[in-house]
């Protein structure tokens, strides 16, 4: 079967830095990707990897492992706004659509 | 469009009835995707069409959805004889091609309610 496992809810205090953590089971491989979704808004992409390694894009830098079945989100620098969920999703071997993981709700704090 | 829109933004409606949602994809996108997101629940797979045609149809939940895209554009969603249970957010997202590194342009999907 098809499994994205990610921790349901974080807290974090504004200026610091937080990990956002997702794990997969998945038939096949063709990349992950990070989107965020504020409270009652569309989802919006975040990141995308299909190789091992880190990419960095300004605050927001995104890890991967395919061995592992692992990947992280690391949000730097924390701002009120980052407050939302951050959704983990897998492009499978022999499917045309992504698997979703439930997110995770990040409550960033002054 | 500049974006992916969708109506209506919220629907109540009575159990037992018809309802049916409307997607317009962003111009030129080939590929538009159906997805459900329930309360404390990641976004479930519903349908995806490419152009006109649906190759994948596993994630409706019963004979009770359907959709069908038009002119390689617009999309409807139709959830006959509404159950509580299909309460939930229903988005709805495009991408250029349909492309396993594509990334999806979501709508801000309709929130459907069923008394």
Known sequence: ?110 | GAGVSQSPSNKVTEKGKDVELRCDPISGHTALYWYRQSLGQGLEFLIYFQGNSAPDKSGLPSDRFSAERTGGSVSTLTIQRTQQEDSAVYLCASTLRQAPNEKLFFGSGTQLSVL
């Not at chain 1, 989100?73 to 407050?83: A, C, F, N, R, V």
């Not at chain 1, 951050?86 to 990040?106: E, M, P, Q, S, W």
């Open chain 1, 1 to 110: 079967g098809q499994n994205i496992d990610q921790p349901t809810e974080m807290t974090a205090t504004e200026g610091a830095i937080v990990q956002i953590n997702c794990t997969y089971q998945t038939s096949g491989f063709n990349g992950l990707f990070w989107y965020q979704q504020h409270a009652g808004e569309a989802p919006t992409f975040l990141s995308y990897n299909v190789l091992d390694g880190l990419e960095e894009k300004g605050r927001f830098s995104s890890f991967l492992s395919r061995s592992k079945g692992y990947s992280y989100l690391l949000l730097k620098e924390l701002q009120m706004k980052d407050s939302a969920s951050y959704l983990c999703a897998v492009a499978g071997g022999n499917t045309d659509k992504l698997i979703f993981g439930t997110g995770t709700r990040l409550q960033v704090f002054p």
